[in-house]
């Protein structure tokens, strides 16, 4: 199985951790979050279909 990409920016992930909390982010956490991304445009993508849309709006993550 090929490698997922990354969908989120670690960089600023990474900096808004240390900056709201000042914790460290482990790399996992990216993972992670690109994960439950990856999950939430799904069901957006399935949501907007369903209106027989071909453009997913903000509404569709809802």
């Given at each position: 199985?090929?490698?997922?990409?990354t969908?989120?920016?670690?960089?600023?992930?990474?900096?808004?951790?240390?900056t709201?909390?000042?914790m460290k982010?482990?790399?996992?956490?990216i993972?992670v979050?690109s994960?439950?991304?990856?999950?939430?445009?799904?069901?957006?993508?399935?949501?907007?279909?369903?209106?027989?849309r071909?453009?997913?709006q903000d509404?569709d993550?809802?």
């Amino acid at each position: 199985m090929a490698e997922k990409e990354t969908l989120v920016v670690a960089s600023k992930v990474k900096a808004y951790i240390k900056t709201t909390a000042d914790m460290k982010c482990s790399a996992a956490v990216i993972d992670v979050l690109s994960d439950k991304i990856r999950e939430m445009c799904d069901t957006a993508i399935e949501n907007a279909k369903a209106a027989k849309r071909k453009t997913v709006q903000d509404k569709d993550f809802q």
